[in-house]
């Protein structure tokens, strides 16, 4: 998979995840990336600017799907913007019953349980992978193994009345050092 293959599935699944939070609605979308994991997907070492005359030219297979996708950046974080079409674009490719869309009416549910996460994810999923965390911010991970369409840490912390996660790709955990 190419770097901007990767770029794609990245602003694909975050705009997915923000209409399975917030609903879907026509718009234009501003999504923020640091350097750091834009380097990941393009495996480079490239400063801040060597990425943005990268990101000058997107693909067409990209521009077809999400509209004429534009980036600046300070210093080391970016910003791309996704016109109209993009939402429109995800809202009408996204499965009723995805993943994501599950996951955060689960973790929206009082009565969600580190049980009832690990069940979602191995109802998804026939191999997963759960470790504790003990780092201060999350609590745990669950993450499916060799699966090529969702190779996210998805990281939990439980507040008590509810859950709340965030996920990260292998090269971003990794960095993070959790």
Request: glycine share 4%.
């Given at each position: ?111 969600c349980t580190k049980e009832k996460l690990l ?60």
């Open positions: 998979m190419t770097g901007f293959e990767k770029l794609e599935n990245s602003l694909i699944d975050v705009i997915k995840e923000e209409q399975a939070k917030l609903g879907f609605k026509e718009e234009k979308i501003h999504l923020y990336y640091p350097l750091s994991s834009l380097n990941h997907f393009f495996s480079a070492k490239d400063n801040a600017d060597e990425m943005a005359a990268r990101l000058s030219h997107m693909p067409e297979a990209l521009v077809q799907k999400l509209g004429q996708v534009t980036t600046t950046h300070r210093g080391d974080r970016f910003c791309f913007y996704i016109p109209e079409p993009g939402s429109v674009y995800v809202h009408e490719n996204m499965k009723e019953n995805e993943f994501i869309k599950v996951l955060i009416e689960l973790v929206q549910q009082h009565d069940n979602l994810f191995a109802s998804y999923w026939e191999k997963t992978e759960y470790q504790d965390m003990n780092n201060g911010e999350f609590d745990f991970y669950i993450r499916f193994v060799d699966k090529e369409d969702d190779m996210y840490y998805y990281c939990f912390k439980d507040e008590g009345f509810h859950f709340i996660y965030h996920r990260f790709l292998p090269e971003d955990y990794e960095e993070f050092g959790f």
